[in-house]
């Protein structure tokens, strides 16, 4: 029987053996060896190439197109070496705000958020609030497809017990990191809260989720629930329509955002959600920006993990990188896409317009393509645009907005001058722009905290009203004013 | 005399107002639609096309160039019809059912229109049975399917099935594109074309329509 030799990036091997010509993504998914798959096992993104030799099918033309071997379309012929690539650890913002306990019963509890691309999750200790183990992961569905709507895809082609168990068990090891780290047993929580968008929350129940594949993507379950998580009670906050979930009713919570008379919310991930609260009404929309925030969808385009960019400044006419962890540049993750754009548009080789007029260049073999370029400014468009389409619907100008919180992956390499040179945000609202880290698991942690305040998130995610932007006459024309740069 | 590649050159730069004033003095000189469609208008989207392709534009340009040739075009559309100069084909599209997403399905309608074609836009949410009764009724020569959702992009494949069952694929091409389509997508479902952009569809598009009447 032919033998696939796996060796990880700290050296260990696995040997693998196979019958016939499977293709290197099969062995893996099966063996449970994490590999990114972003755009769903389909050959088109080329983002799964790896290091593999012996005996392989010769290239397709996807595989010709990527310069490399693809795990998703490379088919081993008989006996091969894998070499798998050091990812490292994600570099994962938590929000470090200590929150205030109403309960005086003891006892530990968990806060799981359950992003599309990271999960995050911790332990606190219930009458006193403090925090007292942490993990985060890579969500393991990742490897099938990144995005939600390859998710759905996945789901309703059978994959479905898949996408859960793994999911589960990123969870279960998660747990047991965390409560290790508070010097407790895995059995010590005795509750949670678990918190995510509306088809993350659907995945983990199990629930069908082909309705939310397609127009009018309606959602059967709204949660405002509590469910069984292996064998602990987890409460499942309010989603408030198919596309602004319950992580975003979390984060509503958290930042405090209906304290004010008017103020703006926005998650920006693959999908940017925005939340505007005034005069006592909550509006809620989300708009398809694309991974690129992400760093996906970017030729050099990574997560938060070791090598890749965070920020780029630019002094004395010299390009200045900051990575994770300092270490050698390897690739650009989304704060340092926004930093990286706004330098080349200062130095003259991005154009207004967004035409590129000479090599992007962020270090020796690191370089934007134009074609990079152009998935930043329909990624920044939909944000502004959703912003602009939101405030426009309650009659809103900028000028009223007391303050801009800024959730989810971006963390603090966010640089708020860089997304205003991008024009992914007005320049009037720079100064009132407050950085929130992950304000759904602060959501999520305060609902375990103070299980009165499941009344206030309920009363809220009832009374949002979701603007739907696929469609919206407003929108494309904001959407279409927003993707130059500036005018020339 | 108006120069007819300073009407191409307004309409590059997308100036609407200058080349609806443009193609008026070219007629009230006697210039022909004809002449004033191909060496202006469609010259001047042709080159909006290519350097589109090369990244050296963006949508919003495109869209603005596509404005200025919609005025040109109102001016010259009926008196092309007493020419008796005919559109270089026709060709329906629409987003298909259950996606929303229309940028680039407009996007490339106004590239096909820049190559001289009539497309009759049937909008987003298109059902198979309406691209195909399109294609009978209007005698499309092409149909054109967007998705932008990998959830979606699956009802392409019911829309060459349903031309099938309709007894049209000899006469009908079936022309697929949108952000998840994949050329071996194209070909696993069974349709004719896959574009990568707007304006390698409208030169697909108009390859199909001289083809098919060649035929014909």
């Known amino acids: 029987m032919p033998r696939l030799t796996v060796v990880f990036p700290d050296g260990k091997t696995k040997y693998v053996d196979f019958d016939g010509n499977p293709r290197r993504f099969d062995l893996l998914s099966a063996q449970d060896i994490p590999v990114e798959h972003p755009c769903g096992v389909g050959g088109g ?46 570099d994962v913002e938590f929000y470090t705000r200590r929150l205030s306990s109403a309960r005086s019963d003891d006892g530990y509890g968990l806060a799981l958020d359950i992003g599309t691309t990271t ?12 925090v007292v183990g942490r993990a985060s992961d890579r969500n393991p569905q990742t490897t099938l497809a990144a995005d939600v709507m390859g998710r759905i895809r996945a789901a309703t082609e059978g994959q479905a ?79 408030m329509d198919a596309f602004v979930g319950a992580d975003v009713s979390c984060a509503v919570l958290s930042s405090g955002l209906c304290r004010h008379r008017c103020a703006l919310l926005a998650d920006v991930g693959t999908n940017g959600e925005i939340a505007l609260f005034r005069n006592g009404k909550l509006y809620v929309t989300s708009t398809a920006a694309g991974p690129a925030f992400e760093g996906a969808g ?26 994770v962890g300092g270490a050698p540049p390897r690739g650009v993750c989304g704060s340092g896409l926004l930093d990286a754009i706004s330098v080349f548009l200062k130095t003259g080789l991005i154009s207004g317009s967004g035409a590129t007029l000479g090599p992007l260049t962020l270090a020796p073999g690191l370089s934007l393509t134009p074609q990079d370029v152009r998935a930043l400014q329909l990624a920044k468009a939909a944000v502004a645009a959703g912003m602009t389409t939101l405030l426009e619907t309650a009659g809103v100008g ?13 963390g603090s390499h966010f640089s708020v001058s860089s997304a205003v040179d991008v024009g992914l945000l007005p320049a009037e609202i720079a100064d009132r722009v407050r950085v929130v880290g992950n304000a759904a698991l602060a959501g999520a942690t305060m ?14 995610a009832d009374s949002a009203v979701s603007v739907r932007l696929s469609g919206h006459p407003a929108f494309s024309e904001h959407y279409m004013d927003a993707i130059a740069f500036f005018e020339e | 005399m108006t120069d007819l590649h300073e009407i191409s050159l307004l309409l590059q730069a997308g100036k609407a107002k200058a080349v609806t004033e443009a193609v008026a003095q070219a ?25 589109f392709k090369n990244n050296e534009i963006f949508v919003p340009e495109v869209l603005v160039a596509a ?11 009926p008196l092309l019809a007493a020419e008796g100069v005919e559109a270089a084909g026709r060709v329906c599209i629409g987003t298909v059912q259950g996606d929303l997403h229309d940028i680039g399905k407009n996007l490339v309608r106004m590239m096909m229109e820049g190559k001289g074609l009539e497309v009759i836009d049937l909008g987003t949410d298109v059902s198979p049975a309406t691209f195909v009764q399109t294609a009978i009724e209007q005698n499309c020569s092409v149909i054109c399917c967007s998705a932008l959702l990998t959830t979606t992009m699956g009802v392409m494949g019911d829309v060459v099935r349903a031309a099938e069952a309709a007894g049209i694929r000899d006469r009908v091409r079936i022309m697929v594109g949108g952000a998840p389509v994949t050329e071996a997508f194209c070909r696993q479902i069974g349709a004719d074309a896959y574009s990568c952009d707007a304006a390698s569809a409208a030169d697909k598009a108009v390859e199909f329509c001289r083809e098919l009447a060649d035929k014909h």
């Open chain 2, 27 to 51: 007629l009230d000189e006697g210039v022909s639609a004809y002449d004033i469609l191909e060496k202006g208008l469609l010259d001047g989207m042709n080159a909006v096309g290519e350097r």
């Open chain 2, 67 to 77: 404005r200025a040739m919609n005025r040109g075009m109102a001016l010259l559309k």
């Open chain 1, 298 to 323: 970017i030729s050099c385009g990574m997560n938060n993990v070791p090598g890749a960019v965070t920020r780029v400044t630019l002094s004395q006419g010299e390009l200045r990188l900051a990575t």
């Open chain 1, 119 to 130: 999960l995050a999750l911790q332990i606190v200790r219930l009458s006193t609030g403090e």
């Open chain 1, 161 to 239: 017990q898949i996408l859960r168990s793994s999911l589960l068990a990123a969870v279960r090891d998660m747990k047991k990191e965390a409560c290790r780290q508070a010097g407790v047993s895995p059995a010590a929580p005795r509750e949670a809260v678990v918190t995510g968008n509306t088809v993350m929350l659907h995945l983990l129940c199990g629930r069908p989720v082909d309705a939310l594949g397609h127009a009018p993507f309606a959602a059967r379950w709204l949660f405002d629930e509590t469910v069984d998580l292996e064998g602990v009670p987890a409460y499942l906050p309010p989603c």
């Open chain 1, 447 to 460: 609902l375990l905290l103070d299980p009165a305040r499941k009344d206030e998130i309920r009363r809220l």
């Open chain 1, 398 to 410: 900028w000028e009223e907005v007391e303050r801009l919180y800024l959730a989810g992956g971006f």
């Open chain 1, 45 to 90: 993104c080329g983002k799964c190439r790896m290091e593999i030799e012996v005996h392989l099918s010769p290239p397709t033309a996807e595989e010709e197109r990527a310069g490399g071997r693809l795990s998703c379309r490379t088919r081993l012929l008989g006996d091969a070496r894998l070499v798998l690539g050091g990812s490292g650890e994600m």
